[in-house]
C-alpha cells in the first residue's frame, strides 16, 4: 500500500497515472539477430554484476580474508615481499623504481578518488547536493561523525605524540561496504535510508580528502606545489576551452599526479582535482539533437535495402555512421569516464587495496596486548561509538532546530541503522592509518582497529536495520520510491536503484494480479 501510495498507482497499468516504464521500455536484446541474442544476455548479465554494490563490497571482503589467511601462515613472507617487489621504469640512463604496493596506493587510488571524485561532482551538479535543505542533514550528520570520533580517539591519545596523529583515522567511512551492507535489505528500508547514507558518504569523502591533503603528507615542495598549480590551471582552461574529448585530461591529469607526487602532498588529491575539471556538460545542442536524430533515423529507414548485404548498403551505411558519430558525443565526458571506471575501481582496484593492505599478522603480537594499546582503543571505540553518536547528535540538532527533517518514510530508528554503518571504514581508514602512522606495528594495530570495528559496525547496523525491516514486513509495508527522473542515470548507484525500482513495479503488478484472480473467484 505505501508503496502504491508513493507511486502514485492504482491497477492494471496502474490507470495510466504514470507512464509504464515496462510497456514503453525495449530491450536492446531484441534488436540483434537470434544468433547474437544469447550473448548479449550473458553481456548484460556480466554489465549487471560488475555494477552491483553489494557484490561490489563482497569482492572487497573477499580480497581482505585472503590477506588475513596468508598473513597468519607460513606464506606471509613471500606475500610481503611480492607486493613489495620494485618494478623499474627506464629509458637510456633514466629509470624510477616503486614497488607493487606502491603502485597500488600512490597510482592506482588515485583513480579510485578520481571515481570519488566525480561522484561528488555530480552530487554537487545535480545530485543530493544541490539541494542546501535536503543536503543539510547528512551533510551535517557527516560532520557531526567527523568531529566525535576525533574526540574518542584523543581520549586515548591525546598525551602521546607518537600517536596523537592518528585521529584522522576513526573519521573516514566506506561507502562501497557501507552501501553494499544496506542493498542486502533492498525495499525493506525505505529508499530515504539509502539516499541519506550514500550522500553523508559523499560529504565523509570529501572531509577525508581535505584531511589527508591538509594533514598527512611529507613537508611540500612550493617548487612543485607551483607546477601543479599551472597544471590545474591548463586542466581548468581546457574546461572552459568546451574540450570535450577525454584523452587530453587524462594525459595532462597523469602530469598533475606527478607534480603531486613530487609535492610531499599525498599523490591520490590529483585525481579528485582532475574530477572536478572534467567537463560534466554535453558538447551537442540537445535541444537540437531530438529533431536532428529524427530525421537521421527517417534518412536510415529509406536508405535501408533488407534485400541486399548490410556491407553493399553504402548509404544505410554513411547515415548509420552519421548518427553513431554525433549520438556517442551526447553523453558528457564526466558520465563516460565513470561508467567505464566503475568496474575496474570495485573488482579490480578496491579488492587489490584490500588485499595488499588488510595483510594482519596475529601471530606476531599478543591479542591481549593489541586490543589494551591507545592507538587500538581510539580508532576502534572512535568508528563503533563515536562515528554513530556524533551523526545521531548532529542529526538531532537539525532536525530539532528545524533546519531540516527526516527523510519520507524514515524513522530515529532507521536514522540510528545507518549511523552504526557509517563505522564502516575499511578502505578509507586503512588508507589513512598508512599515512597516519610510520611504525609498522602502530600500523598493524590501527588495521586490526578498522577491521574489528568494521565488522562489529556492519553487522551492528544490518541487524538493527533487519529488525525494523521484519517489523514492517508483518504490516505489510515496503518501500520503494519511483525514481524523480528515471532518465537521469549519470551515476552507477542511480542505474542500480532503477533496477530495483523496476523489480518492485513488477512485483506490485503480480500481487494486483493475483489479488484479482482471488477476487474473481
Known sequence: QILLKMLGLVCPCFKRKVPCMAQHHHH????????????????????????????????????????????????????????????????????????????????????????????????????????????????????????????VYLLFNAGNPDTMMGWGVPTATDIAFAL?????????????????????????DIVAILVIAIFYGQSPSLMWLGAALVVLIALIIMNRSHIYSLIPYLLVGAVLWYCIFMSGVHSTIAGVLLAFVIP????????????????????????????????????????????????????????????????WVYFAILPLFALTNADVAFTQTAIGDIVSDSIFLGVFFGLVIGKPLGIMLMSLLIVKTKLSSLPENVNWAHMLGAALLGGVGFTMAIFVANLAFVNPD???????????????????????????????????????????????????????????YERELQYVREQIAKNEVEHKK
Open 28 to 151: 536492446e536484446s531484441d534488436i540483434f539477430i537470434k544468433e547474437a541474442e544469447g550473448h548479449q544476455r550473458r553481456y548484460h548479465k556480466i554489465v549487471e554484476l560488475t555494477h552491483s554494490t553489494t557484490k561490489a563490497a563482497g569482492v572487497m571482503l573477499l580480497g581482505a580474508i585472503i590477506a588475513l589467511i596468508v598473513a597468519n601462515t607460513a606464506f606471509h613472507e613471500g606475500f610481503y615481499e611480492f607486493w613489495h617487489t620494485e618494478v623499474t621504469l627506464g629509458f637510456g640512463d633514466a629509470h624510477a623504481e616503486m614497488s607493487l604496493a606502491h603502485i597500488i596506493n600512490d597510482i592506482l587510488m588515485a583513480i579510485f578518488f578520481l571515481l570519488v571524485g566525480l561522484e561528488i561532482k555530480y552530487e554537487m551538479t545535480v545530485g543530493e547536493l544541490t539541494n542546501i535543505r535536503q543536503a543539510i542533514l547528512p551533510v551535517g550528520a557527516a560532520l557531526g561523525g567527523v568531529m566525535m570520533p576525533i574526540v
Open 442 to 500: 602502530d600500523i598493524m594495530i590501527a588495521k586490526v582497529a578498522i577491521l574489528a570495528a568494521s565488522l562489529v559496525a556492519g553487522v551492528a547496523g544490518f541487524a538493527f536495520l533487519f529488525i525494523q525491516a521484519k517489523a514492517a514486513s508483518l504490516q505489510g509495508l515496503r518501500f520503494e520510491a519511483k525514481l524523480a527522473s528515471p532518465d537521469n542515470l549519470q551515476t552507477f548507484g542511480a542505474q542500480e536503484a532503477q533496477r530495483r
Open 180 to 204: 553494499g551492507i544496506l542493498a542486502l535489505l533492498g525495499s525493506r528500508v525505505p529508499a530515504g535510508v539509502r539516499v541519506f547514507l550514500s550522500t553523508l558518504a559523499v560529504a565523509d
Open 280 to 343: 560534466s556538460g554535453s558538447r551537442v545542442d540537445l535541444k537540437s539533437f531530438a529533431n536532428w536524430s529524427g530525421e537521421r533515423v527517417k534518412e536510415v529507414h529509406e536508405t535501408f535495402a533488407p534485400d541486399e548485404p548490410v556491407i553493399g548498403q553504402a548509404d544505410y551505411l554513411a547515415s548509420v555512421s552519421r548518427l553513431e558519430r554525433v549520438a556517442r558525443h551526447v553523453v558528457p565526458p564526466a558520465t563516460r569516464l565513470e561508467r567505464k571506471l566503475y568496474p
